[in-house]
């Protein structure tokens, strides 16, 4: 299985139904008004508990109607940071929404909908960076001029440490973001992407076969795109990127926290440093080293407005989007990206088409992922004896356009 050295693991062998009932136990799918998902990680040791989050909300708009709205934050790192986020940017992108739908009367261009979304997910990083940053009023000067004790004072004043080291700890932590929203017409769909996250829209041909599309672009050392651009940004620095990972550590190009990355390196010399335990790195003192000229991590979403074509009158218009963390790509490992899309397109396709069951398209999506109908091989993921976890979290959403 790719994890864990040359040992020899053991796994169960489970039969149906039980192996289909296994699965959906640990998938945990949920259906919400033709919006389905799952949240799968099968390891079930607390330590290695799933560092991913999901929102599917419905909002009620005065004026406006009903628009749909998803998220996946997939956090590395720790839980801090991705928690923050899915708790705290559902509820700023609807007040944010809300007042423009109210300021324009329910009338919204396209474009002002981008912007909420964009706006939002940059205010929200800044908050996490204001949040540490506003303990050290002096900057960076100011902070070189602190004692190592009035820094400590700092966490452990009875008053303010416990803010003060969830600030600190969103620092030391990251997430990527994959928000989607859908207006009340569904003749919209707007997707705004930070990360390494994806979204695949699936539609119907003419001639009836399914068809897929990338909805977003990768963020990370894969994307040359991206590799280009931080290289402009960084002349001369070598070691910005490693491996095509931000300074050799981080695999995302663009994430929420991962502050240590946008400040200037004495924040972590002064004061994250202190927080090893947290900082779920490994000799971090070589990687702070590197920091020459950040932000090396950018904030600023891509977002894209699709318009939906309407179906044939009194017919469903064949069209779904698959939302997923980065573990749902782990399992296709050995295909080339665009073969992967189209077998989910395809697993998702047919298990539309299947009308002799009524069933979770997101549950069939990461079914077909684990090995199908192959029972040894689903049989292995779910059941292998390791104490560490043997795959990445996987999250799907599939929604129904």
């Not at 009932?21 to 390891?43: M, N, T």
């Not at 966490?155 to 928000?179: E, H, P, Y």
């Not at 390494?196 to 672009?217: E, H, I, K, N, P």
């Amino acid at each position: 299985m790719g994890l864990g050295g040359p040992e020899r693991w053991t796994y169960r062998i489970l039969q149906e139904p039980r192996l289909s009932a296994e699965l959906q136990g640990l998938a945990k799918p949920r259906s919400v008004g033709g919006v389905d998902s799952i949240d799968f990680q099968p390891c079930q040791s607390h330590e290695f508990r799933s560092q991913d989050r999901m929102c599917i909300e419905n909002w009620q708009m005065s004026p406006g109607g009903t628009w749909v709205f998803t998220a996946i934050f997939d956090g590395h790192a720790g839980h801090a940071t991705v928690e923050h986020a899915a708790r705290s940017l559902p509820v700023l992108i609807k007040q944010a929404l809300e007042s423009l739908l109210v300021s324009s009367r329910g009338h919204v261009l396209p474009a002002a909908v981008s912007g909420v979304l964009s706006d939002c997910i940059v205010r929200f990083d800044h908050s996490i960076t204001t949040d540490f940053t506003r303990m050290f009023p002096g900057g960076p000067a100011g902070l070189q001029g602190m004692t190592s004790s009035q820094i400590r004072h700092l966490f452990q004043d009875r008053a303010s440490a416990s803010q003060n080291m969830a600030a600190a700890t969103r620092c030391l932590q990251g997430s990527t973001a994959l928000v989607t929203l859908t207006d009340p017409s569904k003749h919209n769909l707007w997707i705004a992407n930070l990360g390494d996250c994806q979204a695949v829209l699936g539609s119907r041909t003419r001639t009836g076969d399914w068809s897929a599309t990338f909805a977003t672009a990768l963020h990370d050392g894969d994307n040359p795109s991206e590799i280009l651009r931080i290289r402009n940004q960084h002349p001369g620095e070598r070691e910005c990127l490693v491996d095509n990972r931000i300074i050799g550590f981080l695999g995302p190009t663009r994430s929420l926290g991962d502050t240590w990355l946008k400040l200037p390196p004495i924040f972590s010399q002064r004061v994250l440093l202190n927080f090893r335990r947290e900082w779920n790195v490994q000799q971090p003192e070589a990687y702070i080293a590197r920091v020459k000229s950040p932000p090396y991590v950018s904030n600023v979403p891509d977002v894209h407005h699709i318009p939906l074509s309407k179906g044939p009158p009194g017919q469903q218009r064949g069209l779904f989007l698959i939302s997923c963390s980065d573990g749902l790509a782990d399992l296709y490992d050995g295909r080339t990206r665009t073969e992967m899309v189209h077998r989910w397109v395809m697993a998702v396709g047919q298990a539309i088409e299947n009308t002799t069951r009524e069933g979770n398209l997101a549950l069939s999506l990461l079914r077909d992922g684990l090995g199908g109908d192959d029972i040894r091989l689903v049989s292995q993921k779910l059941t292998v004896e390791m104490e560490e976890r043997w795959m990445d979290d996987v999250t799907i959403i599939v929604q129904r356009l």
